[in-house]
């Protein structure tokens, strides 16, 4: 009942909504799949643009944006169908709906507003709420098993790797202090510590809180975000067929840079050495990049939506299978 209750207030606003549908190009038809269905702004799109034989499929691992996108997507209920899950699971997902193939995928790996601005999920430093941060509240790890549970040195590496924090150890031997003497229970609790941990001579350099980093570090983890994403987006340009296309939108560095190689492997394979006279390893490109530098929102857009601000866009089209040397996957070709 709580999710449909929350249906209502799920906002999400899609972002670079104009270029994500002229890459995707849904007027073709066939099946395209929304990977991180959300508040189904972006599916909204693809739907008013896909044919009347058309099929969309919205996968989230919030069910609170499950019950929310269904609603806002009952006009397309014939075309449109929603599945709880991880998209990093796309393959077996869709295989259990008799899909096989998929002609456009769209992944957009941000948080939605709704996650953000509604406290009680304690994805913000900036309203106080117990430590949750769970995109899927089924799943057991919270942030506040993260926060009092993890080892100084996981704390200073998760932070280091995933939030790119500087001061990473300051900030995670304070919270073993802190914890020693009792659980560590707020967001904001935890956004006061992390500040404090951090020398004053920073602390007010950046526009932004200085828990900021921390806290994304903290929600990489608790949702494994990164742990398998280049195996993720691997596996759904092998669902692609011939000719289908996958966009990304990335909103940190570091799903940014896992993309980007994901695709460039695709567009360009080959292993022999840089200095070798030719290829001799037999693995030929099996995707194009559409988008030689990522997109990014336009100036009115980033005025509008400040979250669009830090999105960068990614495009790749799937080539022929077997173009060259007639394996068909990613993991053949690496074989």
């Known amino acids: 009942m709580e999710n449909v209750a929350k249906t209502a207030v799920f906002h999400h606003v899609p972002i670079m909504v104009d270029q994500v549908t002229e890459l995707l190009r849904p007027d073709r038809g066939g099946v395209f799949v929304d990977g991180t269905l959300g508040g189904g702004g972006h599916s909204e799109a693809i739907l008013q643009r896909l044919p009347e034989d058309g099929r969309l499929i919205g996968i989230d691992r919030d069910e609170t944006a499950l019950a929310a996108a269904t609603a806002r997507l009952a006009p397309y209920s014939d075309r449109f169908t929603a599945l709880h899950g991880n998209f990093f699971h796309m393959k077996s997902l869709l295989l259990g709906r008799g899909v096989t193939r998929a002609d456009g995928i769209l992944l957009d790996l941000g948080v939605s507003s709704y ?35 993890y080892p100084e040195k996981e704390l200073t590496r998760i932070f280091r790797d995933y939030g790119e924090e500087r001061f990473s150890p300051l900030i995670a031997r304070r919270i073993v202090e802190k914890r020693a003497l009792k659980p560590i229970e707020t967001t904001t609790e935890l956004a006061d510590l992390i500040a404090g941990a951090i020398p004053a001579k920073f602390r ?36 692609l067929s011939p000719g289908g296309r996958i966009v990304i939108l990335t909103f940190h560095s570091l799903e940014d840079r896992i993309v980007k190689t994901a695709f460039r492997t695709a567009e360009n394979p080959c292993i022999c050495p840089p200095r070798s006279p030719q290829c001799v390893c037999g693995r030929t490109p099996y995707g194009k990049i559409l988008t030689k530098h990522p997109l990014v929102a336009s100036e009115e857009e980033q005025r509008e939506n400040s979250r669009s601000a830090c999105c960068k866009l990614r495009a790749l089209e799937k080539l022929p299978a077997g173009i060259g040397d007639g394996k068909n996957t990613y993991r053949e070709r690496r074989a």
């Not at 999920?121 to 995109?135: C, I, N, Q, V």
């Not at 994304?216 to 669902?239: K, P």
């Open 115 to 149: 996650q953000l601005d509604e406290p009680s999920r304690g994805f913000s430093y900036k309203a106080e709420a117990p430590l949750d941060m769970r995109m899927d509240q089924t799943a057991a790890l919270t942030a506040a098993d993260v926060v009092n549970g």
């Open 204 to 239: 007010h350099k950046e526009q932004q809180h200085p828990a900021r980093r921390c806290f994304q570090a903290i929600r990489i983890e608790v949702n494994g975000e990164l742990q398998g994403l280049r195996e993720a987006v691997d596996a759904c340009i092998d669902l």
